[in-house]
Structure formats: C-alpha cells, structure tokens
C-alpha cells in the first residue's frame, strides 16, 4: 500500500477539519445528533482512512476489504463524513445535508443497508465492539478456510468511553484476547467525557491495565498528532495480540467555548459557537462546502483501496477455478445443494421409529447431518455445551490461533456471544449458532435486538426452555421469555414439539437469511407426534395436527413444543366425553400471522371455541383464542421440584386442558 | 469478636467436610445439583463463618449483620449447609434431605425469602456478585446517615469463573472499586474448571491484572490452607479498597476420582464415588449425619453472632430515642407520614395551570416533592440524568468516600445499575431508582427480572419510550419493550399520560413494597388531559378518562401515555360523525387485571367494540380488544426522524384511529 498522504499537498489536520464541518454542520441543519465525537477523533480518522484501512468506495463489499465499525454510533456524522469524502457513491452532500430525517440513508445512528459504508448498526453501547470481534475472527476463520493469501484484512474499530464501560465489552475483550485476534485494532477515543459530565464521575478504571490483563497488547498516544497514531497504527498491525490504542482527544475539538465539555456530545453547537470554531480552526468554507483540493486529497486516498482491490481481483483470477467459485459461494452465504438430504432422512427414520426425545437431544441430531452439509456452520455455547447439546462429533474447536474448527466456546457470556454473532454474520460468509438455556437469552437480548433490525442470520439455541427445567427452579425456568421474543419484530420463535418439527425448525432458521430465529427446546424427553411429509409443515407456522376422529370440531386446542403431547391426550378425554377437538401445533407465531386469512382460519377454525396451552406466561395468546376462548399457562414465576411434579403444580396437564373446555362449552 | 476455633476442639478441615457430605449427600438424594463448589469451596467458607463473619443464626435479619452473598448459587448447599450448621431454626435436617423438593425451602438456586440466610437470589451469573455491591454501598450509605456506631458490617460474597465472564461482573467491579467500597470482600473460587471444562477454553485473563485495574485490592491464596485464608482475609479488612481473594480450590475437593473435574459440577457424584470420598476424608459419618463434637463447634461458632448483636443493641439502647426509632423506621422502610403532600399540591397545580409537559420532565417535577420527603430515596442514572431528568435540586452525589449524597452516577452500567439496586433494596433502608432510555430495558431485563422474582421495590425510570425519540432511530426506540416487560410477572408497567398521572404513577411505585415498577416516560411534550382527583385513578390500571356527550358507548377507545391525547382527539372526531366513544387511559395493565370484572368490564364497555392505541408493538393488546376489536400501533421498528413525522409515517395518529373505529363499525 503506498502511502499517498506523504506526497499530497493538503495536510492532515486540514483533511480532517472537512470531517469536522461536515459533522458540525449537519448537526446544525438536523438541530439534533452528536457533534463533539467526530470533532474528537477526525484526526484519528483522517490517519487511519488516508494512510492504513484498504476500504474501496467503488466496491463497498468487496470481500476482503478492511472492516471498520463505529462503535460509538452516536458519532455517526464520522462515519458519513469519511463515506463522502473517500467516494462513496451513495452517500451525496444531498445525504448528509439530510442527516437524521425520515427516509434519509443518514439516520441518526449508522444504520446497516442504509449507507454501504456501515458495516454494522451501531448506537446501543457496547454491541459495535462486540461486533468487530466477531468480524475479526470470521476473518481468521475464512483465512484457515481459504488461505491467508486470499483473505487478509483488519477489523479497525473505534470506541468511546459508553462502549468500554458496559459489560459486554469486558465480555468481547476477553474472548479477542484469548483467541488472540491479532488483526483487531480498537481505536478508544479516550475523552474522559461523558453524557454526565468527567468520566471521573463514574469510574476510576485504568483501562490500559484492564486490556493487558485480557492479554492485548496497548499503546497510548495523542489522538490530535497524526504521526504519533500512525506510528502506533503501524505498531498495532505488526503485534500478533489485538490492540487497543488508547487515543487522547478533546471532545469538540476545536470549539473555542465548549471543547472539552460535555455539551458538545449531544447537542448542536449553535450558530454562534460554530462561527468561532471557523475562525479557530481556521476554516472559513461555507456549510458542507469542502474546498476541490482537500476533496480531491480525499478522494486520492480512497483510490487506494480501489488499488488494493484490483490487485486482490487479479490474484484471485490466477487461482483455480474450483477454488474461486467456492469461495464466492461461501461468501455469498449459498447453501450446497442437496444439503438437507440427511435431514430429510433423519425426519422419515423419527416418524418410523418414533422416539422419546427431548428437542434439545433432536436438535444435537438434526446438527449430526446438517454440520458436515454446510461449511458455513460455526456454532458454540455460552459453557453449555452438554446441556445445549450443540455440538457434534464432527466438530472441533476453534482455539487461539486455530481457527480451522467450527466449533466456538463462547465463554459464559451470552451478551458478547450474541453480539461478537452478528459480527460474524455480518462479515458474511458463515452461519453462526449459538446456544444458551432459554430464559437466559434475557442476557443476550440487545444483541438479538440489533440483529433482528439488521436482518442477520443467527441462529439462538434455546434450551430447557419451560418449568420442565424442574429443579434448577424459577431463575432458570422461562417464563415470559417466548412471550418477550415473539413481541420483538423480525425475530422467528421456533418451538418444535418432537424430532420432526425440530428438524423443520431447524431448516426454516438455516433457510431465514434475513433474521435471526430462536430455537425452543425442551430438556425433557418427548413423544414422536408427526408423521413425515415431504412439505416443512412447521414453515406454515401453525397446521392442524390431529382433526377429530369423525369431523365436525367443536374446539380448537392450540399448543406448541412439549405441551402439544397434553393436547392430544386432551383430545382423546374430550373425544371420550363426545366433545370433537381438534389438535392445532404452533411452532412458530410469526410465519402463522403471515399465511393467508383462509388457511389461518381453516387451521384455527373460525367461529370455533379455542384453547390454548403453553408451559409459559399466557401473555399473548389472546391473539388467537380471542377473548372467549382461554388459555393454559403460567401467570407467575416457576418453583424448584422434579418437572413432573411442576406440571401438576402448575397445573398445565392434559386433564385442565379438557377441563377448561369442557367449562367452557357449558357456558 | 472472639476467635473461637482458637479454643475448639474440632479442626477446620473436619468442620469443612460436615459442608462438604452435607452437599455431597442432598445433591446425592435429590439426584439433582451442583457438588463440585461446595466441596471445593468448604474450607473457605469455614474459616469464613467460623472466625469472620458477622451472623446471628438466631435473629437472622438484625439490621448490622454483615452481609454474605453467594454469588455462585449453583453451589446452594454450601449456603444451607452452613445454614444448618450454624444453627439457623428455618434449616433443619429435614430441609437438606428435601433440597431442590416442590415446596423446600431449600430450592436448586438460594433463594430470598425461603431461608433466612439467603440474603438474595442467585444462580443467574453475575447477578449476586452486583447485588453484593449495591449492598456494600447502602451499608456506606446507611453509615454516613446514622453513625459508623449503629452501621458497620461488611459484605462478603463468593464468586465463581461464570460471574466473572459474565459482563455485568465487570460493571459493578469497575463501580465498587471507584467508589472505594473497602468493606466488600469477593472469595473467588478459582478453580479453573467451568462447565465446558478447563476454564482455558474460553478465557485468557489475568483476573488479579483486570481487578486492580479498577484498583481493588487483590491477593491469591490456597483456598484450602484455612491459615492462609484467615490471613488474607485480615488483610481485605484492613485494607480501604474493595478486596478480591483469588482462592485456589480443586473442585469437587476429596473425591478420588473426580477432584479437578468439571463432571463434579451438576451431578450427583454416584454412590461409589461417595463412598470413596468418605474414605478419603475419613468422613465415616451416615448421609446427614454431623457428629456431636462437629456440630457443636458449629453451633458455637453460630453464636460469635450473637454476641455480637447483643452488644449492638445494647448500644441502639444507649442512643438516644428519637435516633434510634429513626433508625428502625428508616430500616423497615417506613414511609413518613404526609409525604404525598407536595405531590397532592403539585397534582392540583397541573390540574389548574394545564401545562404541556414531557412525562420525563414531570417526573422530574415529582421528584422534587419525593425526595426531599421521602430520606430513604436515593437515585440516579445510567449516564443519562439530564435526558432522563432523574435529578434534582436537593440532591447531590454519592462519591468515592463520601456517601452522604443521595444521587449515583450508575456509569453506562444499565445491567449492573439494575443489580446493585436489586442489592440496595435487599440490604434494606433505601428505596433506589435508576434511569435509562427505556430501550435500554433491554440491558438490564436479567436484574429485573430478580427483582420481580425477589419482590423488591426498585424503581426504573424509562424515558424516551417511544418512536416519540425521534431522530436517534430505531436503536434507540422502544417498540417491543412494553410488551415485554408487562410479559415479566411481578412488575408493574407504568405509563402515565400527563403530570398528574405521572405524580400517581410515582406514588404507585413508591407505595408498592413487594415489586419492582417501570415508568415508561415520554421524551416529548404532552398535554395535561386530566382533572384533579383525591383518588389515585391509575391506581386502577385504568379508568374512563372521558365519556361521551349524552351518554352511551359505540366504541370504547383505551391508550396509554403519549397517546392518550390521540384517543381524546379521535373522540371528538368520531362524535362529529356521530359516534360514541368513551377514552379509557390505562397506565397500568398489572393494576387493572387486579381489579374486580364488574369494574373492569364497565371501563372496557361490554360487548362493546374496543380500539386500542398505542405507540409500541400491538403485541398483547388483544387481551382487552379481543378478535373483534383493533389495535393502532407498531408492527415493526422505528426509523430516524423528526418525531411528529414518525407518527405520521406509521400511522399513529387520531384520524387512523378513528378511521379504524369508522371501518369496524361498517362492517
């Protein structure tokens, strides 16, 4: 890479007060958004995108391009700035005049698929570090996978203070160091200011220390000398551990009153004060305005990426074709053809030998032939291995400095795990999966958050996912949980009932490539309930299981995972008692709501008494029984006991199931 | 304090394997739990409660007993074991041979309010190490209001590898060190086994390194040399900082052939295996047996406690009346008469002067009459206070060293915010609160969830709780949160829609002793739609806030919060075609599902059709408007722009909802 800044006649402070007015400015147009970040780390900025990121703004997703993630999203007009002035075709003086208003692709926070430049959503604290992770080792993995010839690129990731203090950064900076993501550099935009005010408010934290003790290697400089961050750049990429490079900036930098202060974070500069800082930086250009020759400096250092890709092009020409043409396919996500065969087969031997099977242990199955079907798996547990049952016997571990396994010991950290998924989904090339017990995707629930707006594939294995945890009691047992994740949007809830629908689960989630899907699975064991049909029933979100004997239907019960085994015993009580019951499975609430009005209503049956029942919060359910029906279920936290006994406790059994009904139907 | 063990007869090492078999043989008879770290940890926690900790088995909540939390809750019978051994009535033998029984008090995980020795829950990682903090602090906080004489107890937790990966772990330790809790003691057991196995599978980190970073004192000691222990422990107390003890235990300690191995963590250790172990630890005693002399050393050890709680009240007796009685009505949470006059003065106020206030700013404006009422308050935000307006003129800071102050800079520590609240509530005296955006409910929903779980009283103000943000975007806007929290049993969801329903809202709160409470706050200017009333009507959950003209009901219209004034004005464009709505608020869904049907169905109109509106995900809602009625909300996430124009832009607006009404009527 040469380094065209050394012969450019615009110098890099000048280069970077571009970046600053154009965030004042839009800040000032938008009267809203976060000034005082980019005013801080544009010289940073301007070093790091003039002199090391190989990003191209002919080619935003090239795929060994450098990444680079704004954790401190807040700072977004940073991120906007760089993207005009390196080159970025869709990211117009238009886009940034329009910063922050509706419809814009320059929303308040970088928004993923809105600018080419974001290579992830970021704004919630913590998730865009965690996210770089991620995309540092997908980066070694794909390396391990492809050679270091054909994937060579660095994850620069810039943070503030917010990002360092909440605890899923501890979580990611462990797991970077441990697994010892040499090529990860975190630019830490160290203003000792916050929304408060001094970050010495609330913490006393040597952070320097703190990244040692997770084995990174560190470095301090002052983040307004360009050549003192180039030289630490230079010594970040040449040291084997992750860096982080601790920058010494003044927030608003610049601003002749409020530099240093804690009103430059969030707020306009105002008209005034904006004038000052023309003056004081000595930048006398009109609002968005950007004089040819530092434009032109500019756009010079975005052609070096274009360089760098040309010449990663003409590489990849000379390579067989066999090779490329995987590649590709890898990054591009396809999935090898004829891959669900095994799942196909395992779905037909279930409905002929009809096991007793916890979904958990079915899942663990399912993953038997759908692990070595698809190179792209890289999946793990948050130290629940054996519980989550998600590994198999193909699987090795992918270790510090190894990085050739698939299977990922994501730490008891679920935050990160989902998070540092993310990064690697978005990174592109892998399917990750992750799994923990179900009620502790409260942990990771931000994470699943930011990959639902971004549309990622990550898949979450949920297990022990009802009081049928048994004794481990209320803090493990799920309750609200399937109820909390169906409220968030775009987020697929899968809750199979038997070996079957849990392999129809599982080919819906691996199928879903723009969201993340939740598996619920049970610890305990459960009876084999479908028969094989060549249709993925479950992708319907709901169908009729079982009609009665004889026709007609005179209720509908409605259950999902191991409550749908109570409906049919249910069914056959009622049966018995002349009532006509239909048995409804429901694994997944929002492909149902999808199905057209006359299948929704065929399956549910319109006009036709309800009931549903679901080993968790009913909250929700009223959706479907409407306010005559009822619902079966928990309406407060689990207890510690045997699971059967809980069952009986709680009273969701087959016998309140008919009960209800039975009281109902009299009514 | 005597040191009684001085004089006993019964060495530590015997005394520690009374815990050990009493672990060894429950988890053994309930074929269910977790041997592995009482084993390892057994001699510590001799030492601990022989010659250290500050408890009185006989009055088991004294007000200076120190504070013992075990953060590893797994480990639960190294908690009842001691609980019994120490002579706590609640844990008799009984009690051991039904751990992790339906009905036990002994549950899988310790839990708050079964025996009295459990200080808090635990089990969820890293929760119990955070409450160990907030603890820590209130007893600083307590000392700085009633004298160093009346509060002095330390707080003593143990913490296992899973706390420590765990995020929030960092939060709190990062907390505790800058405000310089020196009476908090953490017993880490290192043991370098999690359940994967080798804790080097996931974690690199130099945890003595990361724990002085946030300048804690730290020392490492054989966790089963008792001296060793005893040594370092004298050292924690005398030193100012905050202190961790790395103990290096083996887990599962004594047994032959599973020492060292994470297959001694969650499963019984096999009854050849048990007899081996008693062999080895020369342990000839049946399951549940304690030999006489063992116990008795115990016992003994029980009552270091209560000699010192017999000295502690004959001081309370020696102080003054009118100290001491403030003292135990500031410890019992006694709320002082009269203190909801300056809200019922402020209710009356807005009432007459109609202000168009943000929700946000009007708890503010409570706040103002709450805490100077009301000592036991003590509040703050996760680096948000000038966003969530959670100060006020009177308060000032708690700072390192000086907690006379009643407002916490929580730091960017949502999680740990949540937890160490959990802990302040827990410790006793103090009513806290915490505010963040309330998207960021998200972050801290795990601590949350204890606190409902622990019917604590711990207040979350959630402010910017709808697209109603604006420009910050869809990362920063609620859309499935209040679903999600009303799905969380145990906690109330508040959502007032003007001043006057906010100052009742607080007042719900503050009144509600055995739940958390979240106020969902708007960041925009509402109008004040109510009157003034003596009764608190959101006490309700919901009420009519407006009836039709001449009487009669086509459609009953139910909002919440900021869109309340929507309802209001759809009404009055449904009476100008000549329908009849009645506008019911509902601040509170928990309150209103309280109430007796005759009430809720007159609030609701029965057979009535039902229109709800409501600037969150419609999840839920079809519990009150049923099939037939129809829910104006959001079915997806938010996007960045102006806030009036987002309303517009999903169609949250009162001419929809009337248009809704006007097309359901037709049909």
Redesign the interface.
């Known amino acids: 890479m040469t380094d065209t800044t050394a012969t450019a006649p615009v110098d890099v402070r000048t280069m970077a007060n571009a970046v600053r007015f154009l965030a004042i400015d839009a800040v000032q147009k ?1 009267n ?2 976060h000034p005082g970040m980019p005013m801080g780390m544009a010289d940073v900025a301007t070093v790091l995108f003039t002199r090391f990121a190989k990003v191209d703004p002919t080619s935003p997703r090239w795929p060994d391009r450098d990444r680079f993630v704004l954790s401190a ?1 807040h700072g977004s007009m940073l991120l906007y700035g760089l993207s005009y002035l390196l080159g970025y075709a869709d990211t117009d003086i238009e886009q940034l005049q329009n910063f ?5 692709k320059t ?3 970088p ?1 993923y698929g809105h600018v080419d430049f974001a290579e992830t ?6 998730q865009g570090i965690a996210n770089a992770v991620g995309m540092a080792l997908a980066e070694r993995m794909m390396a391990a996978r492809f050679g270091d010839d054909v994937v060579d690129h660095y994850t620069w990731c810039i943070a503030g ?2 990002c360092l ?7 990611v900076i ?2 970077a ?2 697994q010892k993501l040499g090529k990860l550099v975190v630019l830490w935009d160290d203003n000792r200011i ?3 005010g001094d970050t010495s ?10 990244f ?4 990174w290697h560190v470095q301090a400089v002052d983040g307004h000398d360009p050549e003192a961050v180039a030289a630490a750049l230079e010594k970040a990429k040449a040291d084997p551990r992750p860096s982080l490079i601790a920058c010494r900036t003044v927030i608003g930098f610049g601003s002749p009153s409020l530099a240093g202060s804690e009103k430059t974070h969030g707020a306009p500069l105002g008209e005034a004060e904006i004038a000052a800082t023309r003056e004081a930086l000595n930048w006398p250009h009109a609002p968005f305005e950007v004089p040819e020759d530092v434009l032109t400096a500019w756009r010079a250092a975005g052609t070096r990426g274009t360089e760098a890709r040309r010449a990663w092009e003409a590489k990849m020409q000379a390579e067989p074709a066999d090779k490329r043409d995987a590649f590709f396919d890898f990054v591009a996500g396809k999935l090898p053809l004829g891959w669900e065969r095994g799942l196909d087969d395992y779905k037909k031997k279930c409905a002929e030998e009809q096991p007793k099977v916890a979904t958990r242990k079915a899942s663990q199955q399912c993953l038997e032939h759908i692990v070595p079907a698809l190179p792209q798996i890289v999946g793990g ?1 948050a ?5 989550n049952l998600t590994i198999t016997k193909q699987m090795s ?1 992918v270790e ?1 400095g190894h990085y050739a396994g698939n299977y990922i ?8 795990m989902g998070a540092m998924m993310n990064g690697i989904a978005l990174h592109g090339g892998f399917i990750p999966y992750g799994g923990t017990f179900l ?2 995707t ?2 990771l ?2 994470a699943l ?2 990959g ?2 971004m549309n990622q594939r990550v898949i979450y294995v949920g297990t022990h996912d009802s009081i049928g945890l ?7 047992q799920p ?2 949980h399937l ?2 994740l ?5 987020v697929l809830v899968l809750r199979p009932c038997d070996p079957i629908e849990t392999a129809e689960c599982w080919q819906i989630a691996l199928h879903t490539d723009d969201a993340p899907s939740v598996l619920a699975l049970s610890r305990q064991n459960l009876p084999t309930v479908r028969q094989y049909t060549a249709e993925n029933l479950s992708a319907r979100g709901a169908y009729v299981l079982s009609e009665p004997e004889d026709g007609g239907r005179d209720v509908t019960l409605i259950a999902t995972g191991s409550e749908v085994q109570l409906a049919l015993t249910a069914q056959v009580m009622l049966a018995n008692v002349g009532v006509k019951a239909a048995v409804v499975s429901m694994p997944c609430w929002e492909l149902f709501d999808q199905q057209p009005t006359d299948y929704r209503n065929q399956v549910l049956g319109k006009g036709v008494l309800r009931v549903a029942v679901e080993a968790a ?1 009913t ?2 359910w ?2 479907y029984v ?3 029906g009822a619902v079966v279920g ?4 689990g ?4 699971a059967e ?2 069952y009986e ?1 709680f009273d969701i059994t087959a016998k309140s199931v008919a009960d209800v009904v039975l009281t109902r139907l009299k009514r």
């Open positions: 938008a809203s958004g999203g922050r208003q509706l419809g814009a929303a308040g926070h928004e959503t970021t704004g919630p604290l913590g203070d917010g203090m909440e605890g899923i950064s501890q979580e462990s797991f160091g441990h916050c929304i408060d408010k609330a913490t006393s934290d040597d952070q320097m220390k703190r040692e003790a997770s084995q547990s130290d629940l291995t054996h519980s571990a510090p010991h994501w730490g008891i950290r679920e935050h990160g009620v502790f409260d942990y629930r931000p958050r930011m639902a707006i048994g004794e481990d009691g209320p803090t493990h309750v609200e109820a909390s169906r409220a968030m949007p775009n919060s909250f929700g009223e959706k409407g306010l005559e928990m309406r407060q936290f207890a510690s006991g045997p006994e809980l406790f």
